[in-house]
């Protein structure tokens, strides 16, 4: 992958003063980051290719959400090889204080997926399917110890969130402000808010995610 205003060598040196500079505890990361450095690139790279207002083959660390995208890759890259658990937490720390998103490294999210504003998105430990979009705000929470399954091609909207025992098949769009608690949709369906708490799901004309991805 092409790295916009960088190279391999200065990214890493970036990321280590970031960490240096968020966390003073005088540790040096660049061994960690060294090891898992190509790992997080190629997986943040799936993503970046798939979008489709992104330019492919290419990535940009002042790009917000392909930057937040990464450090959630490199940090779980280094937690699933059994790696430096401090890099890790440092990494997942940095990512929430960037960019308000609080996504521990244990968290599997899928090969694909989009942040389209990270502010204030919060995603617990939860079954997510392919090709996920994510808005500001936007919660993935259990629920008495559930956790949601998230199908493929779900679009989560603005201060939207799926919490507990809830089943998001593929295709669901959440509307803006919408909560599925304890509740399941259909899939290829335009959640809304109903009366009482109930949802309303309306058929959809056509798969949400062809418009954010390269399918």
């Not at 504003?117 to 705000?137: D, E, F, M, P």
Request: glycine content about 10%; proline content about 4%.
């Amino acid at each position: 992958m092409k790295l916009i205003g960088t190279d391999r060598a200065g990214l890493v040196s970036y990321v280590q003063a970031q960490l240096a500079s968020f966390f003073p505890d005088g540790a040096d990361h660049r061994t960690a980051l060294e090891r898992y450095l190509d790992e997080a690139l190629a997986r943040t790279g799936r993503c970046v290719d798939a979008v489709r207002m992104w330019r492919p083959g290419e990535f940009d660390y002042l790009h917000s959400s392909q930057y937040a995208t990464f450090l959630y890759y490199l940090s779980n890259s280094i937690w699933r090889d059994g790696g430096d658990l401090r890099a890790c937490t440092k990494l997942f720390c940095l990512n929430k204080a960037l960019n308000a998103m609080d996504l521990f490294y244990e968290v599997l999210m899928p090969e694909v997926f989009l942040i389209g504003h990270s502010v204030g998105i919060v995603l617990a430990k939860a079954t997510y399917g392919n090709y996920l979009v994510l808005y500001q705000n936007s919660t993935v929470g259990k629920n008495h110890g559930a956790a949601p399954v998230i199908g493929d091609g779900v679009v989560m909207y603005p201060n939207t969130a799926i919490i507990g025992r809830s089943h998001v098949a593929n295709g669901s769009v959440i509307a803006q402000g919408v909560s599925v608690i304890n509740r399941d949709t259909p899939g290829d369906c335009l959640v809304y808010a109903g009366n009482a708490g109930d949802l309303v799901c309306k058929p959809a004309h056509e798969p949400a995610a062809e418009e954010y991805f390269r399918l």
